[in-house]
């Protein structure tokens, strides 16, 4: 009886660090953080991308006076690949892994009558800065949908105004951004949980700081939609996803 | 054991289901302004009876009226309102919803419901807030502060000008303030309606009321939901009350601003947007010192 009591109580307690190990275990191999990267390609022809008339404000047109302003629907630059597009891990993060944030502040800059970055991807949370280089006024509208708990807000920014900054409180993919003064101005807010990355110039991309795990990357680009794709994080290893747009 | 999980995993889950607010709970909804109390269900057979018609029956501002009228009745479900007194992006207090209902929406098919008890009026905000699950789950704005506005002058009118030029008002209201400016055409509402900016010369009639303080406070707040952006961060209270007194020049009505700036021969800005010329240099372009020392007024 009581031996039996014993061993129940050393099962009870091999149980329990078994359990606390099970818990604990990716924040004892946090250091080994692994990472996501690839590139997104764009098969086919680039749709034709229409100029901008921006003759509304004459700062706007002496500025793209030699470089013509387009839309950028779809931004196709070298080999192949397309900028803009946004990856993040839509299913496979822990909850303790989601709700790091990163300490960095992207940066939404109102140059030359268009956004630059086009498209910015953020954490849910994370600080944003959006600031002005253009000597022309600006209002920074956002419209995300305020039954996800992101709610529009519109301010003016006129030449030389300080920065503004704010961060979204939920998830949402994406949030259309627009300045009512120059109709054209046209981008997105990516507000994602965890840790995400955007493809440069050549559609290149890292999702740094991933913890080991499978994971499902989804990859968002703005008039193509989304795509998704399942990946394994080795500890301190790479994994590998490449993605493909057709050109419609 | 893994029974106990289970039963633990299923409260978390419909824990987790609750953010949709039941009906019942969302007619819990009380408004409070002054030392009125309002109460959804009390405001629910007024608001059947004098708002479903625009409104529509859950809010949305789909009423079997809303598709003859423009601008289109507001829709209650996302809790959008124009007139606050709390910043952009933040929800109304009860006391601008009733004072809303009392004012009407001027320059629209919202009349103002004076007739209405002010009781009344309260229990209706109740009923309108009870349409967005937002109240039950976030806090109206901190109101801004209306500073008392100072003497009209002749300088504060000329540095109100300056503001219309350097806050670029003009470009959706135009130079001369007639809501013609380059981006006016294209202006549309948070719906993608097409939206015209204030035009004013054509009356004092402010959508969110016609006093110097509410035109102080659509500067600091801006209308949600309408391009008009806040311009809070970027103005100070004293340059908030030198627009007011700008813009009372350009209105119909006979106002001491407009006599102010006749007296002194006030001009509308250039075109191209620039503040005019001051005539006050007789001397042609031999004298650009003259004509600085003169402008320093406008364009401290």
New interface residues.
């Given amino acids: 009886m009581k031996t039996r009591s014993k061993v129940a109580g050393m099962l009870a307690a091999l149980l329990l660090v078994a359990t606390v190990a099970l818990t604990h275990g990716p924040k004892v191999s946090a250091a080994a953080n692994g990472k996501v990267t690839g590139t997104v390609k764009l098969d086919g022809t680039a749709p034709h991308m229409k100029g901008i008339d921006m003759s ?3 700062f706007c047109v002496k500025y793209h006076a030699n470089s013509p302003a387009q839309l950028e629907l779809v931004v196709v630059g070298k080999n192949g690949g397309l900028e803009n597009v946004v990856l993040y891990l839509s299913q496979g993060l822990s909850a303790e892994a989601a709700s790091q944030k990163p300490s960095t502040t992207p940066v939404f800059d109102q140059k030359g009558c268009q956004y630059t970055p086009h498209v910015l991807a953020m954490d849910v949370g994370q600080e944003y800065k959006v600031t002005t280089s253009d000597p ?2 600006h ?3 956002p ?1 995300p949908n ?2 996800t ?1 992101n ?8 030449p030389g ?2 920065p ?1 900054v704010q961060s979204w409180k939920a998830e949402e993919v994406a949030i259309p951004v627009k300045c ?4 054209w101005m046209h981008g997105y807010h990516v507000v994602v949980k965890g840790p995400y990355a955007t493809t440069n110039d050549d559609g290149s991309y890292t999702i740094e700081n991933v913890p080991p795990g499978s994971y499902t990357v989804t990859a968002w680009q703005e008039t193509y939609g989304t795509q998704t794709q399942k990946v394994t994080v080795a500890g301190g290893q790479a994994a590998t996803a490449n993605f493909t747009f057709k050109a419609k | 054991m893994l029974g106990t999980v289970a039963v633990l995993l299923l409260g978390i889950t419909c824990w987790a289901q609750q953010t949709e607010y039941s009906e019942q709970q969302r007619l819990n909804m009380e408004s409070h302004v002054g030392n009125m109390t309002g109460h959804a269900t009390i405001g629910a057979p007024i608001y059947k009876r004098f708002c479903i018609g625009c409104h529509g029956v859950v809010g949305d501002g789909q009423g079997e009226n809303a598709m003859w009228i423009d601008p289109k009745p507001r829709n209650f479900t996302i809790a959008i309102f124009r007139c606050r007194s709390t910043p952009t992006g933040t929800l109304p207090t009860d006391t601008d919803l009733y004072d809303t209902v009392g004012r009407g929406m001027l320059n629209s098919n919202m009349p103002h419901w004076l007739p209405l008890t002010n009781q009344d009026r309260v229990d209706l905000v109740a009923y309108v807030k009870h349409f967005s699950p937002r109240w039950l789950t976030e806090k109206p704005g901190t109101p801004i502060v209306i500073p008392p506005e100072p003497p009209v002058t002749a300088d504060r009118i000329k540095e109100g000008r300056a503001v219309f030029q350097k806050m670029e008002c003009w470009k959706c209201h135009g130079v001369t303030g007639r809501g013609n400016g380059p981006s006016a055409a294209t202006l549309t509402d948070d719906e993608n309606r097409p939206i015209l900016p204030f035009n004013f010369h054509d009356s004092q009639r402010f959508k969110c009321g016609e006093t110097d303080a509410a035109m102080y406070k659509d500067f600091m707040t801006g209308l949600d939901g309408s391009p008009m952006p806040s311009f809070a961060d970027n103005l100070k209270p004293d340059e908030a009350w030198e627009l007011v007194m700008y813009l009372r020049t350009l209105q119909p009505e006979d106002t001491v601003e407009k006599q102010i700036a006749k007296q002194i021969g006030l001009k509308p800005l250039e075109p191209n947007g620039q503040l005019p010329e001051t005539p006050a240099t007789p001397a042609p372009a031999g004298n650009p010192a003259g004509e600085k020392s003169t402008n320093s007024s406008g364009t401290k």
Wanted: net charge neutral; aromatic share 4%.
């Fill in positions: 509304k404000d004459p022309t006024a209002n920074i509208h419209e305020p039954m708990g709610i529009p807000w519109n301010r003016s920014q006129p105004a300080a503004i009512n003064i120059h109709p």
